[in-house]
């Protein structure tokens, strides 16, 4: 979306609720989008223009194009709509260059973003707008024109380039000065000529003042919503129309003045309370509006001095909890210190032992006494396991370092070793030696080990348990077999 185009058209009476309109729109502007707001004014004085065009923020431009009363002679006067209104009729033709525009009236204010309203599609319609539940289910303004929906043109998204093609300024126009519908300024014109072609929207754009009349359960059947979604539109509505018959800027006991008055100037604070007091406003009404204003900053600086009571409050606990961590941290800081120079102690204690056990292990003394404990630990496994046992281990000693010395000489020897397994096989026994010779060096036999007193047996290895060289010959293998089965086929 590059910018939202908004319309608006006020006179000088319009003024005051035209900013405070202009000014919800750009508190609420949410997303930061681009606004042109055109103030098509009637007779506006230049007061009142510079005032507009003060508004303007880097996102939020305002242009305003002033006009003399031209249509002051059709139609009758309205109580709270201006001939102004009428003007209306001409915006596709004011804006030729643009093709979508929303249009909002005076008494509106906007509580939140407007952009999701502005991106409606209405390429098939001449307008997007809300239904007029007061002007249909009490007044019946659709009866008269055997329409079977009625809509309020006070915040309509116009469709300008099918309203140009369809020539409707001028069907408006002749409607208008043929006098059939005379109850609104504008509005009958509008629903008789778009016919309703028109895309209804959520009355959440459009909650109009004068339908707070009604249930709610009311409210949500006649715009087709369930009560808990038509519950939430009517406590936030995205944009509030002040339709009731008594308006926030001439009186503070009008609907919704709390949540229009927010949005007032200061610079306009002076005229508000000058249109309040020439209407007759009882100052009973202002001294209420103090009273609660009074008992609302005495609630609000009494809730924030106990706020700040609790605040206080933790924060000393906070304090005497980071006092009791530190000192808890600096004692064990000192105990670690403690023992680390304990640590520090034994370690060096342990590092003489060391030194001294080791100038034992060295001194002429014990290597001479060797045999000495020697003999003495042989008494003791005497004495522990019988001589007969010691005796057998001493034997199982000597036989191993033999057959260890034949190994080797046999090792030394292939042909000799070649005989020798010859002959052991020939008579029954080479099994028993193979045996034998593994559980004298402390070894499980394999079945399937490789060669052993040169008898070789299968066994299976992975690529992996291969020598760099065996690897490379498989290798060789494997692609030479893989290239006479490729030749072969």
Partial sequence: MNKIDIVLISDDNYSLPARVAINSIIRNNSKYLDIEINIIGVELSSENINQFCLMSTSLVKISVLNKGNEYS?????????????LFKFEIPNIFPEKDKILYLDCD????????????????????????????????????KMNHLHYFNTGVTLLNLSKMRTDDITSKLFLVKTQGKFEHFMDQDEFNFVFEEKVKFISPAYNLMAANLNYEIKDIADFYGLPEFQMSEVLKKPIILHLTNMKKTWNTTRASKFEHWFKYVLPEDLGLCLKNYFSNYIEISDFKNMISETDKKMTYIISQLEQKLAEAEQTTIAAETRAQEAEAHANKSQTDLDVVQAA??????????????????????SWRITAPVRWCGHQVRLVRQHALALRLKALLKKIVRFLIKCVIAFLGTHPGLRHRCVAIAQRFGIYNYLRSFYFRCYGQQDPMNSSRVLGRSADFNLTVDQLTPRARQIYVDLK???????RDDS
């Fill in 73 to 85: 002679h059709l139609g009758k006067e309205h109580p709270f709509v201006s001939k102004a209104a």
């Fill in 108 to 143: 509106i204010i906007v509580t939140d973003d407007i952009s999701q309203l502005f991106e409606i599609d209405i390429t098939d319609f001449y307008a997007a707008a809300v239904k007029d539940m007061a002007a249909t289910v009490t007044e019946k303004h659709n009866e």
């Fill in 343 to 364: 640590n520090h102690r034994h370690w060096q204690l342990a590092d003489a032992r060391a030194q001294q056990i080791q100038a034992i292990y060295q001194s002429h």
């Fill in 479 to 485: 692609a030479a077999i893989e290239r006479r089965q």
